[in-house]
């Protein structure tokens, strides 16, 4: 195997002679590939320092038997939490750092591989507390919201944990589907209605067996082991999962163009909220998007973001706010709809300007 290895890298080598230019080119062409690989060190780590693809349930919970529930303590996902935490959450090791370094470099890589496939404003996210629970009118409708959505063609994005997350990502594993399965899907998890009863991943997986994806509809979930005592949302397609928190953040944030739905939240979900507004603001992607706050007496009385956003935007202290607060899924759409509208409005108005010729000009 070592043997392997070096003709590898001595072939490699030969091709690319002393280009430094090229050795890199060549690299980023081999992304992910068994060639690649073989350059980047292992360090001996549970995990991979060079994921060849973004997780799935099938990936993250490998080794997980729902028929046996205490197999969970052996899969993929607890033994990296568990290498994570006896290594300490800010271990400062080089081996340790660079190994997470360079598994989330690589996870990044493919995230954004994956969104190529997409229109940046058809990326909606959807934020919300981790203590939804199962059987909870607010859980059924983040469920229908979402379905109707990735319907719609919208890729649903979330941080990938229980709760509000994971509603979002059963109503887009349920896109295609009848509201009677809907309904039924939602029914079979609800005696588990919460992360921390017994049962709740069980669920997910008799789920997921008794209503399989309809492979063209695909959410995406972008959580972290830092808060891997949550486990994942099994529901989504795809998973970028990150060591590291703050890169997680910034890119829910940040890719979520199409505008994000706050659902009841706790301090993570606020945090996101002025996150997203400072962006906004300064519009940091080059553009604002929405921000749709679900929950109209929690928004304006309980915790009242929306209402102080509000504020600080008719008085001109915030800019580029563009503010939705609604308890309906009918008006919640119609805001993402209307954004989308305009921004193809634009667009298009703005390449016509560009394409008119001089002599057309009045």
């Known amino acids: 195997m070592i043997r392997k290895k070096e003709n590898g890298r001595k072939a490699f080598i030969e ?13 980023l062409e081999q992304m992910g590939s068994e060639k690649l690989s073989s350059y980047i060190p292992r360090l ?5 320092t060079c994921p060849k693809c973004l997780y799935n349930s099938k990936i993250l919970y490998s080794g997980y038997d729902y028929h046996d529930e205490k197999t969970f303590e052996e899969c ?5 939490y568990r290498h994570y935490i006896k290594q300490g959450k800010y271990d400062h090791t080089l081996s340790e750092t660079l190994a997470r370094a360079l598994h989330d470099h690589f996870i990044t890589h493919l995230l954004y591989k994956m969104l190529e496939h997409y229109d940046e404003k058809d990326i909606v996210g959807v934020m919300g507390g981790h203590a939804r629970r199962r059987d909870e009118a607010g859980y059924r409708q983040i469920v229908f919201l979402s379905k109707r959505l990735t319907e719609m063609g919208r890729l649903m994005v979330t941080g990938g944990g229980p709760g509000a997350m994971e ?8 896109a295609g589907r009848s509201e009677a399965e809907t309904n039924e899907a939602v029914d079979m998890l609800a005696p588990s209605p919460t992360f921390s009863d017994e049962g709740w991943l069980r669920r997910s997986f008799e ?7 309809q492979t063209e509809y695909r959410s995406l979930a972008i959580p972290t082991w830092y808060y891997g005592h949550e486990p994942t949302a099994p529901f989504a397609t795809d998973i970028a999962k990150y060591f590291d928190n703050s890169v997680r953040e910034d890119g829910i944030v940040t890719i979520a163009k199409g505008g994000i739905i706050y659902t009841p939240g706790s301090a993570g979900t606020m945090q996101e909220i002025f996150q997203d507004a400072g962006q906004n603001h300064y519009e940091s992607v080059g553009f604002a998007s929405p921000m749709i706050f679900m929950g109209k007496d929690y928004y304006t009385n ?3 973001a929306y209402t102080l956003l509000k504020d600080l935007s008719d008085r001109g202290l915030f800019k580029n706010m563009m503010l939705t607060i609604s308890d309906d899924n009918d008006e919640i759409i119609e805001a ?5 509208e305009v921004k193809v409005s634009s667009v298009s108005n703005a390449s016509a300007s560009a394409n008119r010729s001089p002599s057309s000009r009045g």
Do not use: C, N, Q
């Not at 001996?44 to 991979?48: A, I, N, T």
């Not at 509603?167 to 349920?174: E, Q, S, V």
């Not at 789920?207 to 994806?213: G, H, L």
């Open 302 to 304: 309980f915790m009242p």
């Open 76 to 80: 993929y996902d607890t033994k990296v």
């Open 336 to 340: 993402i709809e209307r954004y989308r």
């Open 167 to 174: 509603a979002a990502h059963l109503g887009a594993w349920m």
């Open 207 to 213: 789920v997921m067996e008794r209503f399989p994806i």
């Open 15 to 27: 091709k690319v002679g002393s280009d430094e230019h090229k050795y890199f080119e060549l690299m």
């Open 44 to 48: 001996g780590k549970p995990f991979s």
